[in-house]
């Protein structure tokens, strides 16, 4: 029989309930155990793709084509798994299936309300999952934090299904911030105790509580959190701050967790097997080596705008060894400022990540430009892709004035253009061209040379790409597009054999970038930082 682990949140949100639950997941994958993960977002958005990135961090894009939360990248990395659609529930999701229901007439002229049929349409999905999935454990996160009004629904769900389920078959844990006090220094429990109170008052005894501390908390406070959680000592855990966030199963781990969550569940004693996992720990914590890349952006003043980039250069990192120091710069700086764009000579990289709009796009034009006549290396993502094309034709090509007509609709050369299936949708929600899509890549070119293969899969965000009218224009002049759709369509990768390095993919790399198996054109980009730094006369990938 499946088994179902529930994670909640108290005190506050953002303190860290994906990575107790991707790291519940890895403790025990470590055993030999198959698991999913489903995050639940209260939010009334139907899904995550018309957020903008400082509302919620970054969009994650899955292979079947979903706009999820964040929180299923970590699922992913941590899990090396592929999730689906599915693995997000949302309020707005919900409702509308309940509604599209009661519209067909299928609840037969009953009154349709939050308990049963709303509660039940979220059961329903969570087993849908575990259905599909083909697991021994679910694990699911419900987001936001235990009182929220809008999450009451879905925590009234998971309590049904502990009558519904079974006490052997279902585990609850629950994550609070432990706060230390500055003046005193004095760990204080008691929001804790209040957030896990309000739990019970909805109907659930927390059986497992990780106190999230800045410091590793000491017997004292275990023993308070044990007592006023009404749990044994045993099933306190901390997660405590640590150098790498994905040293976070090992300490959870160390303390227990993995076993008692197992002995729980009635799963038979395992031992662990963390060596690859603690190799990539290795590799992250005792680099050789340095580099220094400038992400130019538009949500800089957010790291989770930018979270499953950040990590794709990490994993990079770790396979040559190198700490990257990641350094966020609003591009609108370079416009207010265009000397500021001189800066840039500080660094080993310069990155250009997604975007929409024009807000900030000349600066990071400005970017891209000082990235390619200083033979800095240059890696960009999506609309940093679009942007080279743009810089290519001005600076390069002499078509003055080329832009994208989603900058400038009345541009004079419109080297970027609306997709034709994207003309006349008025629907912004999951209209994009997304999810993983089908990629062949011309031999003898970097991007051969990172991929080691002609054929490669994707995962894709964006309505506007290449205009076909000015291809053969841009390679004329010495741009090549070693990546494209099947078709030849959709221009996929761009790449200057003359530099360097200058790469850019109108894909989503990030997405499938793993702990010990980085993304390729992360890969290439710190690898190419680092030999330029060492003095190399080209990169050795």
Same mark, same amino acid.
């Given at each position: ?21 991707? %790291? ?42 979903? +706009? ?31 509604? +599209? ?142 150098? %790498? ?297």
């Amino acid at each position: 029989m499946v088994k179902y682990v529930f994670v909640t949140g108290g005190v506050l949100s953002s303190v860290g309930k994906g990575i107790v639950t991707s %790291s519940i997941g890895k403790m025990l994958q470590a055993r030999g155990l198959r698991v999913t993960a489903v995050k639940i977002d209260p939010y009334v958005n139907v899904d995550a793709g018309t957020m903008n990135p400082y509302m919620h961090g970054e969009v994650y894009v899955t292979d079947d084509g979903g +706009e999820t939360d964040l929180d299923l990248g970590w699922y992913e990395r941590f899990l090396d798994l592929n999730l689906k659609k599915e693995n997000n529930i949302t309020t707005g999701m919900v409702y509308k299936a309940v509604i +599209e229901k009661e519209r067909r007439g299928d609840f037969l002229g009953r009154c349709v309300q939050i308990v049963p049929h709303v509660t039940n349409e979220i059961k329903e999905h969570i087993r849908r999952v575990a259905s599909n999935s083909k697991v021994d454990v679910v694990l699911t996160e419900v987001g936001g934090t235990v009182g929220d009004i809008e999450g009451l629904p879905f925590l009234e769900a998971i309590r049904q299904m502990r009558l519904e389920e079974g006490y052997e078959n279902t585990l609850y844990v629950h994550v609070a911030l432990v706060p230390i006090l500055d003046v005193t220094k004095e760990m204080k429990t008691k929001p804790l105790q209040h957030s896990v109170n309000e739990l019970r008052r909805i109907g659930i005894q927390p059986d497992i509580i990780v106190a999230r501390c800045s410091e590793k908390i000491d017997a004292e406070t275990l023993r308070k959190i044990a007592l006023f959680g009404t749990i044994p000592e045993n099933a306190v855990f901390c997660s405590h701050n640590v150098e %790498s966030i994905y040293q976070v199963p090992l300490i959870l781990d160390e303390q227990g967790m993995g076993e008692f969550i197992c002995k729980r569940l009635g799963f038979s004693e395992r031992k662990p097997n963390f060596e690859e996992w603690q190799k990539f720990v290795d590799a992250i914590l005792n680099p050789r080596y340095e580099v220094k890349i400038a992400l130019v952006g538009k949500y800089a003043g957010l790291a989770d705008s930018y979270v499953s980039m950040n990590e794709a250069l990490r994993h990079a990192g770790a396979e040559c060894k190198t700490r990257v120091r990641i350094s966020y710069i609003e591009a609108e700086t370079f416009e207010k400022n265009p000397d500021k764009v001189q800066t840039l000579k500080d660094f080993d990289g310069i990155f250009i990540p997604y975007g929409f709009g024009p807000r900030g796009t000349e600066g990071k034009i400005m970017a891209i430009k000082f990235a390619r006549e200083n033979g800095i290396p240059f890696l960009g993502i999506c609309y940093g892709f679009q942007l080279a094309v743009i810089e290519f034709a001005r600076n390069v090509c002499g078509l003055e004035g080329a832009n994208s007509t989603e900058i400038n609709p009345n541009t004079p050369h419109p080297v970027i253009d609306l997709m034709p299936e994207q003309r006349g949708i008025e629907y912004k929600g999951a209209t994009m061209r997304l999810g993983a899509h089908k990629i062949l890549v011309k031999p003898g070119t970097t991007a051969y040379t990172l991929y080691k293969s002609g054929e490669i899969y994707e995962r894709h965000r964006h309505r506007f790409e290449v205009n076909l009218d000015y291809a053969d224009k841009l390679e004329k002049g010495g741009l090549v597009f070693s990546g494209k759709s099947p078709d030849g369509r959709r221009m996929e990768i761009l790449e200057l054999p003359t530099h360097f390095f200058f790469f850019a993919s109108q894909f989503h790399g990030e997405f499938k970038s793993r702990p010990g198996k980085p993304d390729p054109e992360y890969y290439g980009l710190v690898k190419a930082c680092l030999d330029k730094k060492l003095g190399k006369t080209k990169p050795e990938f």
